[in-house]
């Protein structure tokens, strides 16, 4: 429509009127128009916001997994040493917060001579003298030299494994003048056989330790040890060494049991779980995953561990594994354990790796450069400061309430600037970022984060659960998977034994050997205690009758 003018206006007012109404009609919509374009430019910048929100989402993760594949593998990272005062309360933003600046103090420490460590002493020396000639003796004068002292130097020698047949010859007595009469009591007397560890079983507790220490301790698979033996010349198979396994478990029941209790006595027990793979296991398909669960607790200075397979990561294991236990557990945050914060007669604590884990997790994948500081660095600051409060009472050796009282003057305070600090960048960063995983998991952990404050037997960690699952996950790298659900429980029995000997300072292998050649003469519960390894000392299972082969 052309633009009216004096000219183009009609005279008649009900023509003007209607030209009024159409204009007012044509502005309406056009200011309709420019709503709905509005409408849709807003819509359009949201939903570019959150493709940009996703993208950098996407970027954390992906600079996360790069960082795990080819990075370090340690949460450890340098402190930086320029960095100004961090501020508590009256916080910037993400963008300026650094951390704190650490003074840290290094102990005073006698420096080693350098060179080769000398040899252990308890190892048996064999002498060999390299003398000069008997003509080389005498001096050019003619006078007799005469030794003035020796130069010694000693080199490690290795035997390699001998397998050697120990005959156990039982002769036998009979009564000729009784031969051929029906008499009272045989007329032929033999010893009897003495007793073993696996019945009529042509392995000896010598043989046997030597076998599972191999297989549980050092990850070495049954069928890789059968051609070990093979190479010494000897017919040992992978299912007879299977059999063996699951007949020494059997026999070491009495001992579990009691170590089970052994276990539940304690003040703490540290709980955690890992997958394991049963290939024959009914009703389940052979890639199901099935759960090794560890417990580590017992009387202090004297742990036991206990490891215990279940087809399900169900918190009915949990509920197995701890009934009847007063006292507290330390979990990780797996929401199997949520039903400890309900039960009166435990006392639920956290686990502060975890947490630290989280946030370097988020500074790994915040894909800052290097020396420049964000968020997550401040929060693993904080943590940092806790844990050097740890390491300066491991290095005094405090005692647990003297450890109680250090907490409470300098952790307890960290905590709660640690805590106004995660409240409020909980309001500022993105929910479902890994700095906002990060945040939101330490405050739903937070009360039983803070349990270890009160109770000086525990750590801040869950550190010792994993450490004891640890050897398990290091030998399914290499077995790979237990055949039937009874091969896997036979093998959470000897872990357990394996790891508790290691635990209270004992070879796994002079153990084993020790418990195969005990077992079968205890009778009582008093003779089963006397094999825990909690129970024995180093020089308890030192192996005094090797050389006489008994």
Same mark, same amino acid.
């Given at each position: 429509?052309?633009?009216?003018?004096?000219?183009?206006?009609?005279?008649?007012?009900?023509?003007?009127? *209607?030209?009024?109404?159409?204009?007012?009609?044509?502005?309406?919509?056009?200011?309709?128009?420019?709503?709905?374009?509005?409408?849709?430019?807003?819509?359009?910048?949201?939903? #570019?916001?959150?493709?940009?929100?996703?993208?950098?989402?996407?970027?954390?993760?992906?600079?996360?997994?790069?960082?795990?594949?080819?990075?370090?593998?340690?949460?450890?990272?340098?402190?930086?040493?320029?960095?100004?005062?961090?501020?508590?309360?009256?916080?910037?933003?993400?963008?300026?917060?650094?951390?704190?600046?650490?003074?840290?103090?290094?102990?005073?420490?006698?420096? #080693?001579?350098?060179?080769?460590?000398?040899?252990?002493?308890?190892?048996?020396?064999?002498?060999?003298?390299?003398?000069?000639?008997?003509?080389?003796?005498?001096?050019?004068?003619?006078?007799?030299?005469?030794?003035?002292?020796?130069?010694?130097?000693?080199?490690?020698?290795?035997?390699?494994?001998?397998?050697?047949?120990?005959?156990?010859?039982?002769?036998?007595?009979?009564? &000729?003048?009784?031969?051929?009469?029906?008499?009272?009591?045989?007329?032929?007397?033999?010893?009897?056989?003495?007793?073993?560890?696996?019945?009529?079983?042509?392995?000896?507790?010598?043989?046997?330790?030597?076998?599972?220490?191999?297989?549980?301790?050092?990850?070495?698979?049954?069928?890789?040890?059968?051609?070990?033996?093979?190479?010494?010349?000897?017919?040992?198979?992978?299912?007879?060494?299977?059999?063996?396994?699951?007949?020494?478990?059997?026999?070491?029941?009495?001992?579990?049991?009691?170590?089970?209790?052994?276990?539940?006595?304690?003040?703490?027990?540290?709980?955690?779980?890992?997958?394991v793979q049963v290939l024959d296991e009914p009703g389940r398909a052979a890639t199901t995953k099935s759960y090794m669960w560890v417990c580590r607790?017992?009387?202090?200075?004297?742990?036991?561990?206990?490891?215990?397979?279940?087809?399900?990561?169900?918190?009915?294991?949990?509920?197995?594994?701890?009934?009847?236990?007063?006292?507290?557990?330390?979990?990780?945050?797996?929401?199997?354990?949520?039903?400890?914060?309900?039960?009166?007669?435990?006392?639920?604590?956290?686990?502060?790796?975890?947490?630290? *884990? =989280?946030?370097?997790?988020?500074?790994?994948?915040?894909? =800052?450069?290097?020396?420049?500081?964000?968020s997550a660095d401040v929060a693993l600051s904080y943590i940092g400061k806790l844990y050097r409060i740890e390491s300066e009472a491991k290095r005094?050796?405090?005692?647990?309430?003297?450890?109680?009282?250090? *907490?409470?003057?300098?952790? &307890?305070?960290?905590?709660?600037?640690?805590?106004?600090?995660?409240?409020?960048?909980?309001?500022?960063?993105?929910?479902?970022?890994?700095?906002?995983?990060?945040?939101?998991?330490?405050?739903?952990?937070?009360? *039983?984060?803070?349990?270890?404050l009160e109770h000086g037997e525990m750590t801040p960690d869950n550190n010792q659960a994993e450490n004891a699952i640890r050897p398990f996950v290091?030998?399914?790298?290499?077995?790979?998977?237990?055949?039937?659900?009874?091969?896997?429980?036979?093998?959470?029995?000897?872990?357990?034994?394996?790891?508790?000997?290691?635990?209270?300072?004992?070879?796994?292998?002079?153990?084993?050997?020790?418990?195969?050649? &005990?077992?079968?003469?205890?009778?009582?519960?008093?003779?089963? #205690?006397?094999?825990?390894?909690?129970?024995?000392?180093?020089?308890?299972?030192?192996?005094?009758?090797?050389?006489?082969?008994?």
């Amino acid at each position: 429509m052309k633009p009216a003018t004096e000219t183009t206006l009609p005279d008649d007012p009900e023509e003007l009127k *209607r030209i009024i109404v159409h204009l007012q009609q044509e502005q309406d919509r056009l200011q309709q128009e420019q709503g709905r374009l509005q409408q849709e430019r807003n819509r359009l910048e949201r939903e #570019q916001d959150r493709y940009e929100q996703e993208i950098n989402l996407l970027h954390e993760r992906i600079r996360l997994l790069y960082g795990k594949l080819f990075g370090k593998k340690s949460e450890k990272h340098p402190a930086r040493e320029d960095s100004p005062q961090l501020p508590l309360f009256d916080m910037p933003e993400p963008a300026e917060i650094e951390p704190e600046r650490e003074t840290v103090e290094v102990p005073s420490h006698t420096r #080693q001579k350098r060179g080769r460590k000398p040899l252990p002493v308890e190892l048996p020396r064999v002498e060999v003298v390299h003398d000069i000639d008997e003509a080389e003796k005498t001096c050019g004068c003619g006078a007799r030299l005469d030794k003035i002292g020796e130069d010694v130097s000693e080199k490690l020698d290795l035997i390699p494994a001998i397998i050697r047949v120990i005959r156990h010859i039982r002769p036998k007595y009979a009564c &000729k003048q009784c031969e051929g009469l029906e008499t009272e009591g045989g007329t032929v007397k033999i010893a009897p056989p003495p007793p073993q560890i696996i019945d009529k079983g042509i392995a000896t507790a010598g043989l046997l330790a030597h076998i599972l220490t191999a297989k549980f301790c050092d990850a070495l698979p049954f069928y890789r040890q059968e051609k070990q033996f093979d190479r010494l010349g000897a017919d040992v198979g992978r299912a007879t060494m299977c059999n063996w396994a699951m007949k020494a478990a059997e026999a070491c029941q009495p001992v579990l049991t009691l170590l089970h209790r052994e276990i539940r006595s304690g003040p703490l027990i540290n709980i955690d779980e890992t997958t394991v793979q049963v290939l024959d296991e009914p009703g389940r398909a052979a890639t199901t995953k099935s759960y090794m669960w560890v417990c580590r607790g017992g009387p202090t200075g004297t742990p036991g561990i206990r490891y215990h397979y279940a087809p399900s990561r169900s918190s009915t294991v949990a509920r197995e594994l701890l009934d009847g236990y007063a006292g507290i557990v330390q979990t990780d945050g797996y929401s199997g354990y949520d039903y400890l914060d309900h039960d009166p007669a435990i006392l639920h604590a956290g686990c502060l790796a975890h947490v630290r *884990r =989280k946030f370097d997790e988020a500074r790994r994948g915040s894909g =800052k450069p290097s020396g420049k500081t964000g968020s997550a660095d401040v929060a693993l600051s904080y943590i940092g400061k806790l844990y050097r409060i740890e390491s300066e009472a491991k290095r005094k050796g405090l005692t647990s309430e003297e450890l109680r009282t250090l *907490r409470q003057e300098r952790a &307890k305070p960290i905590f709660d600037d640690f805590r106004t600090w995660l409240h409020k960048k909980a309001t500022q960063v993105v929910p479902k970022s890994l700095l906002g995983v990060a945040v939101h998991y330490a405050l739903s952990q937070w009360d *039983r984060l803070v349990v270890y404050l009160e109770h000086g037997e525990m750590t801040p960690d869950n550190n010792q659960a994993e450490n004891a699952i640890r050897p398990f996950v290091v030998g399914r790298k290499n077995w790979l998977f237990a055949g039937t659900p009874k091969g896997a429980r036979a093998s959470a029995d000897l872990y357990s034994l394996i790891e508790t000997a290691k635990a209270n300072g004992l070879e796994p292998y002079r153990y084993l050997r020790y418990l195969f050649e &005990k077992l079968p003469f205890a009778r009582s519960t008093e003779d089963y #205690q006397a094999l825990l390894p909690m129970r024995l000392r180093p020089e308890d299972v030192e192996l005094k009758n090797i050389a006489r082969g008994v």
